[in-house]
């Protein structure tokens, strides 16, 4: 347990206080929550706060390019067995938005922080985490993010000499060489369904072997660890071979996999697997995510899948036809800009939905599902999908913003 730096400084609590009304202001005007108004605001006037605010905390950080915002959930959900929790809960990842959320945690034990994958090592080095859960990486953003080889790169240099335990995915190569460098590694095996990004070696170049589930570069001996934890079917494997059942109410193979994840960091923090698990059965959905709600008389389940690899897990989710698909992307700041990132996506898995196109760029989509093939309707509004739907539970995919948009029309 990290122990309590006792109060803050006049300026810190100076900048604390600027930060929660420059919040409120932004609410009150109807610009979203604030949180990321209100830490640039705080921050200017303390550039150390965010060091402060995590001083009396045990910090575990969350980064990948996807799962960071419901692994960060049900972590923070299986350490409220031990205490008080403060976290980023509704996915403000950048040092910001991070400072909003701690500054909102005096009396918390624990921080359970989403971070951006740009800013992973930053936030590291201020914060002195106890551990960091490295899931995943794969292209994002094309834009903004580095290739994802100079990302790992990046963690890798940023986490050597690092103090905290790395709770890494030893399926993926790329999170496998980024902690390479840290000293404590707990290793489990989470899957890796998206292996695109990952088919030369890390190390040295070389042409990646993967043989089954394992995976290793016939040229330098990069290969992947032994897990100590492992996903397998509807259980967790803990380092001592038993076996706990994974019981959620969010779907799909990815949320066992976070839930694996998730619970080798619960249990850095003590809290035994079995706790872990039934505390994390109580997230029903994550900022919306999952979410089946009404509109217009119709049932739709609300999906977010960003990029070709989460994409690829989300398509997975949905069942066998005649399901109408509803799919939505824009291509705003906040997603990226580049929309070259359709063309990994094999929307062949659709073949035999009815699928309906809307968003910013509808037509970016539509050119990429003509050529694969895809049975589709352009349409200017969810209203329109939903008046020319068949019937069946609508499944709806959209990218970050068009999310976003989607949920203020609905309702939710």
């Known amino acids: 347990m990290a122990g309590n730096s006792g109060p803050l400084s006049p300026r810190a609590k100076l900048?604390?206080?600027?930060?929660?009304?420059?919040?409120?202001?932004?609410?009150a005007a109807g610009r979203g929550s604030g949180s990321v108004i209100g830490g640039k605001v705080a921050l200017r006037l303390d550039p150390d706060l965010l060091a402060r605010l995590a001083t009396h905390l045990d910090v575990v950080l969350v980064s990948a390019t996807n799962g960071k915002t419901t692994t960060t959930r049900l972590i923070a959900e299986a350490l409220r067995a031990s205490g008080p929790v403060v976290s980023n809960a509704l996915g403000a990842n950048m040092p910001a938005g991070i400072t909003s959320a701690l500054a909102g945690g005096s009396?918390?034990?624990?921080?359970?922080?989403?971070?951006?994958?740009?800013?992973?090592?930053?936030?590291?080095?201020?914060?002195?985490?106890?551990?960091?859960?490295?899931?995943?990486?794969?292209?994002?953003?094309?834009?903004?993010?580095?290739?994802?080889?100079?990302?790992?790169?990046?963690?890798?240099?940023?986490?050597?000499?690092?103090?905290?335990?790395?709770?890494?995915?030893?399926?993926?190569?790329?999170?496998?060489?980024?902690?390479?460098?840290?000293?404590?590694?707990?290793?489990?095996?989470?899957?890796?369904?998206?292996?695109?990004?990952?088919?030369?070696?890390?190390?040295?170049?070389?042409?990646?072997?993967?043989?089954?589930?394992d995976w290793f570069c016939g040229e330098c001996g990069f290969r992947r660890p032994t897990p100590s934890w492992a996903l397998s079917g509807d259980y967790v494997l803990d380092p001592h071979g038993s076996a706990w059942p994974i019981r959620l109410q969010l779907p799909g193979r990815a949320n066992k996999a976070n839930a694996t994840s998730s619970a080798a960091v619960a249990a850095t923090f003590g809290v035994p697997p079995q706790v872990a698990l039934e505390r994390m059965y109580q997230v029903q959905a994550v900022a919306g995510r999952y979410d089946v709600i009404t509109y217009l008389n119709r049932e739709m389940r609300l999906l977010l899948a960003k990029n070709p690899a989460g994409w690829l897990e989300t398509f997975s989710l949905i069942d066998g036809p005649p399901a109408p698909v509803l799919l939505s992307v824009n291509a705003r700041g906040a997603d990226g800009t580049d929309t070259s990132w359709l063309w990994d996506v094999d929307y062949t898995r659709?073949?035999?939905?009815?699928?309906?196109?809307?968003?910013?760029?509808?037509?970016?989509?539509?050119?990429?599902?003509?050529?694969?093939?895809?049975?589709?309707?352009?349409?200017?509004s969810v209203d329109e999908v939903v008046q020319k739907a068949p019937p069946g539970r609508i499944e709806v995919i959209a990218n970050y913003t068009a999310f976003q948009d989607l949920r203020r029309r609905v309702g939710n």
């Open 15 to 27: 900048a604390v206080t600027a930060g929660k009304a420059a919040a409120a202001v932004s609410r």
């Open 107 to 213: 009396d918390a034990r624990y921080g359970v922080i989403e971070v951006d994958e740009k800013y992973l090592a930053m936030v590291a080095r201020d914060v002195a985490p106890k551990a960091i859960a490295l899931l995943n990486l794969s292209r994002d953003q094309l834009d903004r993010a580095a290739e994802t080889r100079m990302l790992a790169e990046k963690w890798r240099e940023g986490l050597a000499g690092s103090k905290a335990v790395i709770i890494a995915n030893a399926d993926d190569p790329l999170i496998v060489w980024a902690a390479s460098s840290s000293a404590n590694v707990v290793w489990v095996a989470a899957g890796q369904e998206w292996k695109d990004d990952a088919w030369s070696c890390p190390s040295c170049g070389g042409v990646m072997q993967r043989p089954g589930d």
């Open 350 to 380: 659709l073949t035999g939905h009815p699928i309906f196109v809307i968003g910013d760029r509808k037509l970016d989509l539509a050119v990429r599902l003509e050529v694969a093939g895809q049975n589709f309707q352009v349409c200017e």
